[in-house]
């Protein structure tokens, strides 16, 4: 333990807070993680846990070089949750195809530099059809990222929850749980349980974050949820060796049989239903891409919310109350960001502070919008 951080309350127990739990405990701190549902499900079970900050297109800079840091420490950070867990969370990183139907979708990408340590090749159509047999006949092109891939994120999060058991993190699920602050600092979290006093408290309540009780306004994040739908084929193996960029859809190959088929990008509010419309779109836009898949049986469809925030940018690190933290509004890279999050907060918790890393993802950024928004408004 290389500084003094008190007791420490997570509050969701999603990927990014037993992410942030195990960090912590590991480096001597006393966590209990608090959740309203199970531990792991949501976003984090709904998820199709690829890991392609660059295959992904992700406009922004300074989210690209997080996405693409926290990419860097999976490999190690899955070794720790698998040595303290013994449960595989089963990562590839053989690399992510990104195909494109229109030669235009060349123009979108952007290609990584030589330090992020993965290398992305142009293939022309012959190339790609090298690469993934089943892609037809519409397929003009695309690119090859090595050293993307992906993670099972349902036995990451099982393999999560193990290990931050074994390393005295208690997770306990409760139907109520609220901030309690004074002025200045947060003083614990009352839940169905009791009170518990918090040096630190933690908020990473996914796409419920704006939800939580008890937080200053001036601490609330602006966070909305965006439902994401997704299915299950029953692919023969190895039908689809990588992770693989469509139009409108991705599919994502897992080592039990299921090729997964995402997601739906919708504003619907907290609704988790899957629809007709939304698996209707899912299936047209892979089946167009991709006719061959039409012929395998549907196992599953699910839908999770991812949380969203107003500029696309995670909400990390501490507010305008001591002790509390933000770790949430991670939109469409949550699983991605797991590793750099849990480093980046524990590190906060730590040192009472925000690091270099952690400037551009405060909360401090959407309230000087907001002011500045109201300045304009009344004058
Ligand atoms: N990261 C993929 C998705 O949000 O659908």
Not at 61 to 90: K, M
Not at 194 to 209: M, P, Q, R
Not at 221 to 226: D, E, G, K, L, Y
Not at 341 to 367: H, K, Y
Request: net charge negative; hydrophobic share 45%; charged share 20%.
């Amino acid at each position: 333990m290389s500084a003094s951080h008190g007791d420490v309350v997570v509050i969701g127990a999603g990927l990014i807070g037993l992410a942030i739990a195990f960090e912590l405990a590991e480096r001597g701190a006393s966590v209990r993680v608090y959740d309203r549902g199970e531990p792991a499900r949501a976003a984090s079970w709904a998820g199709a846990g690829m890991l392609a900050p660059y295959s992904e297109s992700i406009g922004n800079a300074v989210l690209l070089e997080l996405c693409a840091g926290s990419l860097r420490e999976y490999p190690v950070f899955v070794e720790r949750v698998r040595d303290a867990s013994g449960i595989d969370p089963r990562l590839h990183l053989d690399g992510v195809l990104h195909a494109w139907f229109d030669e235009d979708r060349r123009e979108e990408f952007v290609a990584p530099d030589a330090a992020a340590g993965v290398a992305a090749e142009v293939l022309d159509r012959a190339g790609v059809i090298a690469l993934e047999p089943w892609l037809g006949a519409h397929v003009a092109g695309g690119v090859f990222v090595r050293g993307e891939g992906h993670v099972d994120n349902r036995r990451l999060g099982r393999a999560l929850v193990t290990a931050c058991k074994a390393r005295g993190v208690t997770i306990s699920q409760t139907s109520t749980i609220h901030i309690e602050c004074d002025a200045r600092r947060v003083r614990g979290v009352g839940t169905d349980l009791g009170f518990v006093a918090a040096a630190s408290a933690i908020n990473a309540c996914g796409a419920w974050a704006a939800q939580l009780s008890g937080v200053p306004s001036a601490c609330i994040p602006p966070v909305t949820p965006v439902k994401g739908q997704m299915l299950a084929l029953a692919a023969p193996a190895d039908f689809v060796r990588h992770a693989t960029w469509l139009s409108g859809a991705y599919l994502v190959p897992r080592e039990d049989g299921r090729l997964l088929v995402g997601a739906t990008v919708e504003a619907a509010g907290f609704d988790e239903r899957v629809t007709a419309g939304g698996l209707q779109r899912l299936l047209e836009a892979a089946l167009t891409s991709a006719p061959a898949l039409g012929s395998f049986a549907v196992t599953e469809s699910w839908a999770g919310l991812r949380p969203g925030t107003p500029d696309g940018l995670p909400f990390l690190g501490p507010t305008a109350i001591d002790g509390l933290l933000l770790a949430t509004g991670h939109y469409r890279n949550g699983i991605l960001l797991a590793p750099i999050t849990a480093r980046l907060i524990a590190d906060a918790v730590e040192s009472g502070g925000a690091g270099e890393l952690l400037q551009p993802f405060l909360l401090e950024r959407a309230n000087a919008e907001e002011a500045a928004a109201r300045r304009i408004s009344h004058a």
